[in-house]
């Protein structure tokens, strides 16, 4: 059984900065990528970034370019996020995933392995 644990998560201030970690952990893993959603309550799950251990290319949600940055070592299984210009629209519970085939970037079911997710709260 893989498990994903992250840390870091918090309170901040509008035009804060956080980072984010998450490690993989259990038995042996291999993923083809690893990356972060977000969900307010009430709403789905949204993608945030992630990124892909083939070449290294990452991805962003269009509401975090320029502000976020998505750190990864394949080899650890590890994965970081550095959120730099936090707004308040960023407070949602941040969840780490990793996928271990390509299903898709974008989606929630891209990935199958999922972290119980880290609270931030970015406060205006």
């Known amino acids: 059984q893989v498990q994903l644990v992250e840390s870091g998560g918090g309170l901040a201030q509008a035009g804060g900065s956080l980072r984010l970690s998450c490690a993989a952990s259990g038995r042996t893993f291999s993923s083809y990528a690893m990356g972060w959603f977000r969900q307010v309550p009430g709403k789905e799950r949204e993608f945030v970034a992630a990124i892909r251990w083939s070449g290294g290319s990452t991805h962003y949600a269009d509401s975090v370019k320029g502000r976020f940055t998505i750190y990864g070592d394949n080899a650890k299984n590890t994965v970081a996020l550095q959120m730099n210009s936090l707004k308040p629209e960023d407070t949602a519970v941040y969840y780490c995933?990793?996928?271990?085939?390509?299903?898709?970037?974008?989606?929630?079911?891209?990935?199958?392995?999922w972290g119980q997710g880290t609270q931030v709260t970015v406060s205006s």
């Open positions: 995933v990793a996928a271990q085939a390509f299903r898709g970037i974008y989606t929630v079911g891209g990935y199958d392995t």
